[in-house]
């Protein structure tokens, strides 16, 4: 259960904390236009609020009596509002300093700041937006491209939402054919074991799809995470700094400088990765340097994808064709390191060897086919979509669609087996309720706080 209360006027930063022209202070609920009248003084005599209408004003102090700012004031009255509530939305100075006394005084005049997501979670509660759509607020405004920003889009207008209630509303409906034919056999009302199994499998591919978009969601909005593995003294620091273009990580002559591992997020194109430098893999020569290949492990096999790096200065041994072998089914970049020494690795032999992998020749010190490298990064490793209508981006939702796949699945076979269809049938009725939770039909309090907790305060 929700530890507050939502009958409160509560009030928040919108706009991110930071210096700039603007700031949005929020306030949402029955008593918002009445507090903001305490903050907020039009400049002209006898001026009206009226909804959906900015009027230019003085922000005053409650103590003092003075004014500190000039702002815009913004009414919408419930329920045309985010929340439904009454919203009022106060555009400041972007200053820290008085943003904060706005919502001090906010506060002092009877406000309660907002929870985090809680203008959301209101908009949620009063059916302004069900959870997919709230979720996809979340998704727009942390959007690392316009191509995320449009699925996000997609979602919050509610097409993912309207797919999803259809594909409930028809399993119900199918169900209770299926129930209404096993309670009354002598009405004709029979449906058939083949139109079932039909519906089934439709359900079945178009959820089945939606399950394997999720990683391609997840790199969208969280970046596609890419591991430097390789021996020691390989160069992996240096290219990671060559990538960045800063000095990142320490490099030194010397093996085993990298001891744990760090992490930064580039954009290319319209691609966020999170690069991940860690430490040499191959044998230890110190117990710091065990625990730090254990975790470098732990690393590349949780990774999107790995970019395996090989010192073409030295000749290739077990320990580096062990290395690409290690992670067959990952997405992987073999790299050719120190290409402005002499070469004695046969790179020729291992690009033949491992043919499914793309490789390019470099040197992470001069910075030779730096370019290349990053075009490489984005051809392999950035998400593909093929024209895919819907991607999942919240593990929340993956987790749900399984679920529900699983019965879906097991239905299918209950009935292709020569079950009776009443076995069908109750696998049907466990997916309702799972579906339901996807767009918050259904109600999980200790769900729906987790969700929307995730969100900024002033959304």
Not at 162 to 171: E, M, P, Q, T
Not at 248 to 270: H, M, N, Q, S, W
Not at 411 to 427: N, Q, V, W
Request: proline share 4%; aromatic share 6%.
């Amino acid at each position: 259960m929700l530890d507050y209360t939502l009958e409160d006027t509560i009030i928040a930063a919108s706009t991110p904390p930071g210096y700039g022209g603007i700031g949005i202070i929020r306030l949402s609920g029955k008593d918002a236009l009445k507090i903001a009248k305490r903050l907020f003084k039009p400049k002209r005599a006898r001026a009206r609020i009226l909804p959906r209408q900015a009027l230019f004003g003085n922000l005053i102090d409650l103590e003092k009596n003075e004014a500190f700012d000039e702002a815009y004031l913004l009414y919408f009255p419930a329920p045309h509002s985010y929340t439904r509530e009454n919203v009022v939305e106060i555009s400041c100075h972007g200053s820290p300093v008085v943003e904060g006394e706005v919502l001090r005084l906010g506060i002092l005049a009877g406000a309660r700041h907002a929870r985090p997501g809680e203008f959301t979670l209101r908009a949620y509660l009063n059916g302004r937006l069900d959870i997919i759509r709230a979720e996809a607020v979340d998704n727009l405004i942390r959007a690392a491209s316009i191509k995320t920003a449009k699925m996000a889009f997609s979602q919050l207008d509610g097409n993912l939402s309207k797919k999803i209630s259809g594909l409930r509303a028809r399993n119900i409906d199918l169900l209770s054919q299926i129930e209404a034919s096993l309670e009354f056999p002598d009405e004709k009302l029979q449906i058939t074991p083949e139109k079932i199994a039909g519906s089934l499998e439709k359900t079945i591919e178009y959820l089945d799809d939606l399950v394997s978009s999720y990683r391609a969601g997840k790199a969208l909005l969280e970046g596609v995470t890419l591991a430097i593995m390789g021996r020691t003294n390989v160069g992996k620091s240096t290219l990671f700094n060559t990538i960045l273009e800063e000095e990142r990580a320490i490099v030194t002559p010397f093996p085993g400088t990298t001891r744990d591992y760090l992490k930064e997020k580039i954009k290319i194109k319209d691609t966020f990765f999170n690069l991940v430098d860690m430490a040499g893999l191959g044998k230890p020569s110190s117990a710091i340097e065990k625990e730090g290949i254990r975790r470098g492990k732990k690393i590349a096999s949780e990774a999107d994808g790995l970019l395996i790096m090989l010192d073409a200065s030295r000749k290739e041994n077990s320990e580096d064709l062990a290395l690409i072998e290690e992670f067959p089914d990952k997405k992987a970049l073999l790299v050719f390191n120190k290409i402005d020494l002499a070469r004695k690795m046969d790179v020729r032999g291992i690009k033949k060897r491992f043919h499914r992998l793309s490789a390019l020749e470099i040197s992470a010190l001069k910075g030779t086919n730096l370019s290349k490298l990053k075009e490489k990064l984005f051809e392999v490793f950035s998400p593909k979509f093929e024209d895919r209508e819907e991607v999942i981006f919240h593990q929340r939702q993956k987790l749900l669609l399984e679920e529900a796949l699983g019965h879906f699945r097991k239905g299918l076979k209950l009935l292709l087996d020569g079950h009776p269809e009443e076995f069908c049938a109750e696998e049907i009725r466990k997916t309702i309720p799972i579906i339901g939770q996807l767009t918050g039909d259904i109600r999980v309090d200790e769900v729906i706080e987790k969700i929307f907790s995730r969100f900024c305060v002033g959304k």
